[in-house]
């Protein structure tokens, strides 16, 4: 048996009156790509914030390769090796395609003026190799503003990849792509996982992706996990039918 590699034991947050995750319990193994499903609202990008630390659970324990860490902050949570993108991108607009993967690799090292340091062979070096793979490198020295859509969320991507994670969670990271650009980040996932050695835990809405990446889907609906299973199952269920049609 695979080994785990994440778990939530009955997490909740509440925002006032919204039980936005009502007490989830999922779990990831080493190696696996799960997607998380569900329609807007239902608790998918508050339940990445609960794993990943941006959020403290109001109850509830997550459990990163055994460790208890419910409640470490997102740095913390990068050093043990999990890395996460946003659904909103996250990169500095002012800093070239290099600059920001930099910024992410010194980061990782704990220095503290992370940008700009095109002394060290080293990092460029990784840097350029990250971007390599993620066929980033020929736009290392044009600015994310100059990038495609497609691109700019590869490069969030990139970036995740670059702080040396067992781990990668991604909110949405096909949102407003083109059939092109799908095909690519599917192709990326696999890679991630298949390559490159990282377990993967997206959210994403485009089901024809979700079917094609993923060995398990968990489906949310109202803060509480309504469906899980390989993907011929959950595409079976008359609860995850109803909740998609209704
Ligand atoms: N910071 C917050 N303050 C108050 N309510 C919030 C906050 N964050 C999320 N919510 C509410 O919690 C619920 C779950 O939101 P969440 O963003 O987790 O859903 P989601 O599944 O990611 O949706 P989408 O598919 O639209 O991204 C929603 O009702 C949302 O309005
Ligand atoms: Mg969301």
């Given at each position: 048996?695979?080994?785990e590699?994440?778990?939530?034991e009955d997490?909740?947050?509440?925002?006032?009156?919204?039980?936005a995750?009502?007490?989830?319990s999922?779990?990831?193994?080493?190696?696996?790509?799960?997607?998380l499903?569900?329609?807007?609202?239902?608790?998918?990008?508050?339940?990445?914030?609960?794993?990943?630390?941006?959020?403290?659970?109001?109850?509830?324990?997550v459990?990163?390769?055994?460790?208890d860490v419910?409640g470490m902050?997102?740095s913390q949570?990068?050093?043990?090796?999990?890395a996460?993108?946003?659904?909103?991108?996250?990169v500095?607009?002012?800093?070239t395609?290099?600059?920001?993967?930099?910024?992410?690799?010194?980061?990782?090292?704990?220095w503290?003026?992370?940008?700009?340091?095109?002394?060290?062979d080293?990092?460029?070096?990784?840097?350029?190799a990250?971007?390599?793979?993620?066929?980033?490198?020929?736009?290392?020295h044009?600015?994310?503003?100059?990038?495609?859509?497609?691109?700019?969320?590869l490069?969030?991507?990139?970036?995740?990849?670059?702080?040396?994670?067992?781990?990668?969670?991604?909110?949405?990271?096909?949102a407003a792509m083109?059939?092109?650009?799908?095909r690519?980040?599917?192709?990326?996932i696999?890679?991630?996982?298949?390559?490159?050695?990282?377990?993967?835990?997206?959210?994403?809405?485009?089901?024809?992706?979700?079917?094609?990446v993923?060995?398990?889907?968990?489906?949310?609906?109202?803060g509480?996990?309504?469906?899980?299973?390989?993907?011929?199952?959950?595409?079976?269920?008359?609860?995850?039918?109803?909740?998609?049609?209704?």
């Amino acid at each position: 048996m695979r080994k785990e590699m994440l778990r939530t034991e009955d997490v909740k947050k509440h925002f006032g009156s919204v039980r936005a995750v009502d007490g989830v319990s999922i779990g990831v193994k080493e190696g696996e790509i799960v997607s998380l499903v569900g329609p807007n609202g239902a608790g998918k990008t508050t339940l990445l914030n609960l794993i990943s630390g941006l959020l403290k659970p109001d109850s509830g324990r997550v459990y990163f390769m055994g460790e208890d860490v419910t409640g470490m902050r997102p740095s913390q949570l990068v050093r043990k090796g999990m890395a996460r993108c946003f659904q909103i991108s996250n990169v500095f607009e002012d800093l070239t395609v290099l600059e920001n993967l930099l910024a992410a690799v010194h980061s990782i090292e704990g220095w503290i003026s992370p940008v700009r340091r095109y002394d060290d062979d080293e990092a460029v070096e990784r840097a350029m190799a990250v971007l390599k793979e993620f066929n980033l490198h020929e736009k290392a020295h044009l600015t994310p503003k100059e990038l495609s859509h497609g691109d700019r969320k590869l490069l969030d991507v990139a970036i995740a990849y670059a702080l040396n994670p067992k781990m990668i969670l991604l909110d949405e990271p096909t949102a407003a792509m083109s059939v092109g650009e799908k095909r690519t980040t599917v192709r990326v996932i696999k890679k991630l996982r298949d390559q490159l050695g990282v377990t993967v835990l997206l959210v994403e809405h485009d089901l024809d992706v979700v079917y094609e990446v993923s060995d398990r889907i968990i489906v949310m609906h109202q803060g509480t996990v309504l469906a899980e299973g390989r993907p011929e199952e959950v595409r079976e269920d008359p609860k995850v039918k109803e909740v998609y049609l209704g």
